[in-house]
Nanobody
Framework: QINLVESGGGSVQAGGSLRLSCAAS?????MAWFRQAPGKEREVVTA????????WYTDSVLGRFAVSQDYEKNMIYLQMNSLRPEDTAMYYC?????????????????WGQGTQVTVSS
């Protein structure tokens, strides 16, 4: 079991920036950020292999969001720039100790409680 704690959500106007953080309680193989807007399914935003540093992004955030990690602190970060109203959602950090499809929520056995991001137009 990996405990995950997210922080950094908030409310911004369109075009603004936010930085999310996620602290893991122990070793991970990969971590990811998912988001879920009201009435919609949870969707992957980005993932990072904590061993190699390789990253993946969903198309809608390419060039705007960047995931990074502090390997020694077991933390990942999500820098979100040029935010849009459609980015409004609860953002969840997820982690796994096993290999799997980075975009599939079933890959991740461990989830944080989420942090709200609200972008106004």
């Amino acid at each position: 079991q990996i405990n995950l704690v997210e922080s950094g959500g908030g409310s911004v106007q369109a075009g603004g920036s936010l930085r999310l953080s996620c602290a893991a309680s122990g070793y991970t193989h990969a971590m990811a950020w998912f988001r879920q807007a009201p009435g919609k399914e949870r969707e992957v935003v980005t993932a990072i292999s904590t061993s190699s540093g390789r990253t993946w992004y969903t198309d809608s955030v390419l060039g705007r969001f960047a995931v990074s990690q502090d390997y020694e602190k077991n933390m990942i970060y999500l820098q979100m720039n040029s935010l849009r109203p459609e980015d409004t959602a609860m953002y969840y950090c997820a982690a796994t100790r096993s290999a799997g499809a980075w975009y599939d929520p079933n890959t991740y056995a461990n989830w944080g409680q989420g942090t709200q991001v609200t972008v106004s137009s």
